[in-house]
Nanobody, 119 residues
Framework: QVQLVESGGGLVQAGGSLRLSCAAS?????MAWFRQDTGKERKFVAA????????TYADSVKGRFTISRDNAKNTLYLQMNNLKPEDTAVYYC???????????????WGQGTQVTVSS
């Protein structure tokens, strides 16, 4: 069984930065970040797999967000720079057995962490 715990959310002004962390227990092969704003559907943000470090991003965050991982700590990160008010959402960590699955229908989810960007 995989358990995921996010941290690092908070309130930041537009143009600022935040780094989210997701500590995983249990074996994971691919991990991702999603976000969901109030009243909207959950959307994919970024993903990576443990084996070769392949990374993929949603167009809305390319060039501003960076997904990375620390294999020794079994922890996933999301560095978010040049934040915009439209980045405001609850950010969720997800895990599954492949990059394609984690980007679409991941089996494991964290509890979420709130990110609020003020204008």
């Amino acid at each position: 069984q995989v358990q995921l715990v996010e941290s690092g959310g908070g309130l930041v002004q537009a143009g600022g930065s935040l780094r989210l962390s997701c500590a995983a227990s249990g074996r994971t092969y691919a991990m991702a970040w999603f976000r969901q704003d109030t009243g909207k559907e959950r959307k994919f943000v970024a993903a990576t797999n443990w084996s070769n470090g392949q990374r993929t991003y949603a167009d809305s965050v390319k060039g501003r967000f960076t997904i990375s991982r620390d294999n020794a700590k079994n922890t996933l990160y999301l560095q978010m720079n040049n934040l915009k008010p439209e980045d405001t959402a609850v950010y969720y960590c997800a895990a599954d057995t492949s990059l394609s699955r984690v980007m679409t229908t991941p089996n494991y989810w964290g509890q979420g962490t709130q990110v609020t960007v003020s204008s």
